[in-house]
T-cell receptor, first 114, second 109 residues
Framework: ETGVTQTPRHLVMGMTNKKSLKCEQH?????MYWYKQSAKKPLELMFV???????ENNSVPSRFSPECPNSSHLFLHLHTLQPEDSALYLC?????????????FGSGTRLTVV | GQNIDQPTEMTATEGAIVQINCTYQ??????LFWYQQHAGEAPTFLSY??LDGLEEKGRFSSFLSRSKGYSYLLLKELQMKDSASYLC??????????WGAGTKLIIKP
């Protein structure tokens, strides 16, 4: 148990499906992040929510849609994905204005788009 | 542009010592992190350096030279469970983390 829980752990979806990834933390953190991790590539920051407001959207395609209803929960809504979107999606949380404490990551959702 | 470089893969022997290097170029600098990630698991925090020098934490140590844009993670008395990927990340002037691609460390008996 890392303190950040992600569900589901694995997801296989067709290109026409709609699904959502869920992330939950009860560490008292006030910033949450979605990352995409592909093999042999750096972690790609997708979205940042700080104090429940989205502060960055790194040119992520609109087929990915984040939602942060409160400081403990974060969702990533998926629709009409492409095979190249297959990857490990990691959620992380931290205190805003991050210091030396670092991020706490969830175990990720392994997504396969068929 | 911002860039973090680290070797893709390294191999070491159980009981030995290994050093994983990381060089960085970022817009501003607010510290450097090392994370460990076992296959299929979450990355976990190992160390944070913001001042030059060596930080020791048990079998793991992390070194930083800000003037050289360089860090290393030193693992001593290697154990099989140390087989994992090690991620280097720098915090830039906007307090955003810039990540390296990770170094896969393979430990052999």
């Amino acid at each position: 148990e890392t303190g950040v829980t992600q569900t589901p752990r694995h997801l296989v979806m067709g290109m026409t499906n709609k699904k959502s990834l869920k992330c939950e933390q009860h560490l008292g953190h006030n910033a949450m992040y979605w990352y995409k991790q592909s093999a042999k590539k750096p972690l790609e920051l997708m979205f940042v929510y700080s104090l429940e407001e989205r502060v960055e959207n790194n040119s992520v395609p609109s087929r990915f849609s984040p939602e942060c209803p409160n400081s403990s929960h974060l969702f990533l809504h998926l629709h009409t994905l492409q095979p190249e979107d297959s990857a490990l999606y990691l959620c992380a949380s931290s205190r805003a204005n991050l210091g030396g404490q670092g991020y706490t990551f969830g175990s990720g959702t392994r997504l396969t788009v068929v | 542009g911002q860039n973090i470089d680290q070797p893709t893969e390294m191999t070491a022997t159980e009981g030995a010592i290994v050093q994983i290097n990381c060089t960085y170029q970022t817009s501003g600098f607010n510290g450097l992190f090392w994370y460990q990630q076992h296959a299929g698991e979450a990355p976990t925090f190992l160390s944070y350096n913001v001042l030059d020098g060596l930080e020791e934490k048990g079998r793991f140590s992390s070194f930083l030279s800000r003037s050289k844009g360089y860090s290393y993670l030193l693992l001593k008395e290697l154990q099989m469970k140390d087989s994992a990927s090690y991620l280097c990340a720098c915090m830039d002037s906007n307090y955003q983390l810039i990540w390296g691609a990770g170094t896969k460390l393979i430990i052999k008996p």
